[in-house]
T-cell receptor
């Protein structure tokens, strides 16, 4: 079983739509959680951290559900520029482990 | 503050050649790592280091060596290049609070 699992997509949505991605993790010792964005042929870039209390950055909202072991990313009012692959990252510092999901591809269409 | 830098950006090798991919960070992070990403695939961890003088293997270490003599630098060495090592290589450095920061990548083709 993979440490981190994501739906690969692609998610094809029109501009202005709201879209949500989930990412499940298997190790209950996981300590930190992040969402990254990766554009084609570019390096992954940190989008936002994920906290138990949830956090919001403009049109983006991230949530952590420790009981069910998943994190989510909600994008409101999608823009064409949001088209990218979104990666979740789960970190277990005690074991120096960073686990990346394989990514969810989002295509926002006009 | 340059973040994570990688050189070269592009490289073409012949089978059997060796080379070193360079990675440096100026954020004073203890943790650094190397990943490879094949077309349409996720990141796979090659090697990582939790501090100067300490390295460990990741998911796909065969054919690669690393060393960490300073906090700033974490070079990746290909011992004898093979076509299966054609990929994009990303170096990353990280801290517990901030997550991982990636370099721009090295695009390697092995003929």
């Amino acid at each position: 079983r993979k440490e981190v699992e994501q739906d690969p997509g692609p998610f094809n949505v029109p501009e202005g739509a709201t879209v949500a991605f989930n990412c499940t993790y298997s190790n209950s010792a996981s300590q930190s959680f992040f969402w990254y964005r990766q554009d084609c042929r570019k390096e992954p870039k940190l989008l936002m951290s994920v906290y138990s209390s949830g956090n919001e950055d403009g049109r983006f909202t991230a949530q952590l559900n420790r009981a069910s072991q998943y994190i989510s990313l909600l994008i409101r009012d999608s823009k064409l520029s949001d088209s990218a692959t979104y990666l979740c990252v789960v970190i277990i510092y005690n074991f120096n482990k960073f686990y990346f999901g394989s990514g969810t591809k989002l295509n926002v269409k006009p | 503050n340059a973040g994570v830098t990688q050189t070269p950006k592009f490289q073409v090798l012949k089978t059997g050649q060796s080379m070193t991919l360079q990675c440096a960070q100026d954020m004073n992070h203890e943790y650094m790592s190397w990943y490879r990403q094949d077309p349409g695939m996720g990141l796979r961890l090659i090697h990582y280091s939790v501090g100067a003088g300490i390295t460990d293997q990741g998911e796909v270490p065969n054919g690669y060596n690393v060393s960490r003599s300073t906090t700033e630098d974490f070079p990746l060495r290909l011992l004898s290049a093979a076509p299966s090592q054609t990929s994009v290589y990303f170096c990353a450095s990280s801290s517990q609070a901030e997550g991982q920061f990636f370099g721009p990548g090295t695009r390697l083709t092995v003929l």
